[in-house]
């Protein structure tokens, strides 16, 4: 049965979902995009218009809508009949549109952990602090709430809880490597919104080792990665949001996240963080005036989106899961390979933005069928990754593995 939906945001990730949800419009019915700025909407719908993404006749449409404020949320799905909303708004909206969507029994889907604009790297595990503690009345109400589904978090927890079904008896680790190959030429930039991009390296780096919260400082441990396709690259250990529901689902593994940087980025984020230019308390200028330093630096450096035209190279993420299969030691690494110039072709966005939205409609997809519709709060490792696989595989993200870990014997997922 086909289901409205409704997409909160107008930035590059949106870009990508109102694509692959106009791609898709016969699983779906009306699609709406909303933000606070109805033309960003517009011309976001316009680029829809010039590839011509629809896959049938049906209703596309923009609104204008703050979605800090719930009752406004709630008018809009009321108004149109959302069924399902996929969040791609800024970190800082989670928590409001949920409850809107717990108000009026929409299905609810995000690709981050909700974030407090006044608070940096909270206590973990980061969804106890918000989302989690809406999940008993998720299941109260039979409320659908798909929380990190995007890829990372979102598909590398499916890929985790693939390898572990289909290769292990126990986990012991799971390393989350996201490596961006690619070159947009400028400068400097961020690949997506400069302020939640830089607010995740601000703060302590939290890994899940040894049973138990472990702390480091962002770029103290570093390590050489020889990925598929992208070859060896420098990726260091960072805080992140899949390790804070992966480490509750299976404590007894060591959980690690790692990006990939190189040493001008380094440079430039050490400079600015010295400087205190990354710092989100606000400050006072000698002309009186209030400003957040941090938002001072989103505002000057370039528009995530802006990279595609020119983004070349590409994305390697995946995640090396290490168990025992029948008291031997097994490692596996399942993985998605994207490329930023056929993101640009498709649909005019970058690729790692192509990767963060294409996740949430296949997502949207399985609600719809009821495959996903779980009637309650789960995060992504919770729900049988395969037909979210499958999905992925048919709109642009083919998942691969490596039996026997990185360099091993290389095969689809379904193979």
């Not at 404020?69 to 009321?78: G, K, Q, R």
């Not at 002309?287 to 035209?309: I, N, Y």
């Amino acid at each position: 049965m086909k289901k409205n939906v409704l997409i909160i945001g107008a930035g590059g990730v949106a870009q990508v979902v109102v694509h692959k949800c106009a791609q898709n419009n016969d699983v779906f019915g009306d699609i709406h995009l909303a933000s606070r700025t109805l033309s960003k909407c517009e011309n976001l719908l316009a680029t829809v218009a010039e590839k011509k993404a629809m896959k049938q006749e049906g209703v596309l449409q923009a609104h204008q809508v703050d979605a800090m404020d719930t009752a406004a949320v709630v008018a809009l799905i009321n108004k149109i009949n959302a069924e399902i909303v996929i969040n791609v708004g800024s970190a800082f909206v989670n928590m409001t549109v949920l409850d809107a969507c717990i108000e009026t029994g929409a299905a609810y889907i995000d690709t981050a952990i909700h974030e407090d604009p006044k608070k940096i790297c909270e206590t973990p595990p980061w969804y106890g602090n918000y989302e989690w503690k809406k999940r008993d009345l998720c299941a109260e109400k039979g409320i659908t709430a798909i929380l990190g589904a995007g890829f990372d978090p979102g598909v590398v927890n499916a890929f985790a809880r693939f390898a572990i079904d289909e290769f292990m008896d126990e986990v012991t680790s799971i390393d989350i490597v996201d490596i961006n190959a690619g070159d947009h030429g400028k400068y400097f930039a961020t690949n997506f919104d400069p302020e939640i991009n830089f607010r995740e390296f601000t703060g302590v780096v939290y890994s899940w080792q040894q049973g138990a919260w472990q702390t480091n400082q962002m770029f103290e441990i570093g390590k050489v990665w020889d990925m598929p396709v992208v070859g060896p690259s420098q990726a260091y250990m960072s805080g992140h949001d899949e390790v804070h529901s992966l480490s509750a689902n299976y404590p007894q593994a060591d959980v690690r996240f790692w990006m990939g940087f190189g040493d001008h980025y380094i440079n430039v984020f050490t400079v600015l963080k010295n400087l205190g230019l990354l710092s989100e308390q606000p400050v006072m200028t000698a002309e009186g005036q209030e400003v957040v330093p941090l938002k001072v630096v989103k505002a000057v450096l370039p528009d995530p989106s802006s990279l595609a035209p020119n983004y070349t190279g590409k994305t390697c993420i995946g995640d090396l899961v290490k168990g025992t299969k029948d008291g031997e030691e097994v490692e596996v690494f399942v993985y998605n390979v994207a490329d930023h110039k056929e993101a640009y072709n498709e649909i005019g966005s970058q690729g790692i933005s192509f990767t963060a939205g294409v996740p949430p409609v296949a997502a949207a997809m399985l609600v719809a069928s009821g495959e996903w519709d779980a009637k309650t709060m789960r995060n992504v490792e919770e729900l049988d990754p395969k037909p979210f696989f499958t999905i992925m595989d048919r709109i642009g993200l083919p998942t691969r593995v490596q039996i026997g870990g990185l360099g091993g014997k290389d095969q689809a997922w379904n193979a």
